[in-house]
C-alpha cells in the first residue's frame, strides 16, 4: 500500500486522506464486490464538469454545438486512457487472474474507467480544486490540440455524400471480439458505388468514427 499512496501524491498532487476510496478507484470488477463503478460514475460528470467550464471559458465565441464536439472529444475513453498510461496508473490497477490473462491492462475502457474513478475518489477526498487542478494538468495538451475545431469524420462523410449527390453512409458491425471488459468492433461503411471502408474500435462509436476518417482518405 505504501507504493501505491506514493503513486497516487505524486499522480494526483495530494496526499489521499481516506486510501481505500482509492483503493476501491483502482479495483477492477473481476477483483471483487468493491470495484470503481459507482466512482467512475462520479468522476465522469466531474471530468465532464471541469472540461466544460475550461471551454466555455476559453471558447467565448463558440456555440453550443461546436462546444459539444469539443467537451465529446476530451473526454473519450481514450483520452482518459491516454492520460491513464501517461500518469502510470496501470501497474496499480487490481485485476482478477482472467481479466489479466485477457490482457485487460492494456484495456482503454479499463484504463479510462479507473481514470475517471481517481477522479471521483479525488472529488470526495478533497474537493472540487484539487479534481480541477489534476485534471486541468494531465488534460492541458489534449485542449491544446483544440485550437481549431475540425469536423467530426461522420460528419464529413456525410456532408461528402450530399455534395456528391450519394446516399448517407451506412454504417454496419462486421466483426466483434475480445472480452466483455475489452471489447473490439469493426464497423464498415459504405457509400454505394463511391466504395466502402472498415475500422476497428473500442467501441461501436468509435469504429464507425474511424472507418468515417478511413473511407475520407480514400475520397482524398
Known amino acids: 500500500?505504501?507504493?501505491v499512496t506514493a503513486w497516487l501524491e505524486g499522480a494526483l498532487g495530494v496526499v489521499p486522506r481516506d486510501p481505500l476510496l482509492y483503493t476501491r478507484a483502482l479495483t477492477?470488477?473481476?477483483?471483487?464486490s468493491d470495484t470503481y463503478e459507482r466512482l467512475e460514475f462520479l468522476g465522469d460528470r466531474v471530468l465532464g464538469l471541469v472540461i466544460a467550464d475550461w471551454l466555455y471559458a476559453t471558447y467565448e465565441n463558440d456555440a453550443e454545438g461546436k462546444l459539444s464536439f469539443?467537451?465529446?472529444a476530451l473526454v473519450t475513453r481514450a483520452s482518459c486512457a491516454q492520460v491513464g498510461r501517461e500518469i502510470g496508473v496501470i501497474p496499480f490497477i487490481?485485476?482478477?487472474k482472467q481479466a489479466r490473462d485477457d490482457g485487460a491492462y492494456d484495456s482503454d475502457n479499463v484504463i479510462g474507467d479507473v481514470i475517471e474513478a481517481l477522479i471521483g475518489a479525488l472529488w470526495l477526498d478533497h474537493g472540487l480544486e484539487p479534481a480541477r487542478a489534476f485534471i486541468r494538468k494531465h488534460w492541458a495538451a489534449l485542449m491544446e490540440g483544440q485550437q481549431s475545431a475540425p469536423r467530426h469524420p461522420k460528419s464529413a462523410l456525410q456532408e461528402w455524400a450530399a455534395a456528391h449527390n450519394r446516399k448517407p453512409p451506412v454504417y454496419t458491425i462486421t466483426d466483434r471480439s475480445?472480452?466483455?471488459h475489452a471489447p473490439r468492433f469493426?464497423?464498415?461503411v459504405s457509400l454505394g458505388s463511391a466504395g466502402e471502408a472498415s475500422a476497428e474500435g473500442s467501441s461501436k462509436?468509435?469504429?464507425e468514427t474511424a472507418a468515417?476518417?478511413?473511407m475520407l482518405g480514400k475520397l482524398k
Open 94 to 96: 487490481r485485476l482478477g
Open 1 to 3: 500500500m505504501s507504493d
Open 205 to 207: 462509436q468509435e469504429a
Open 70 to 72: 469539443r467537451l465529446n
Open 28 to 32: 477492477h470488477g473481476s477483483h471483487g
Open 212 to 214: 468515417a476518417a478511413a
Open 178 to 180: 475480445g472480452p466483455h
Open 186 to 188: 469493426t464497423v464498415t
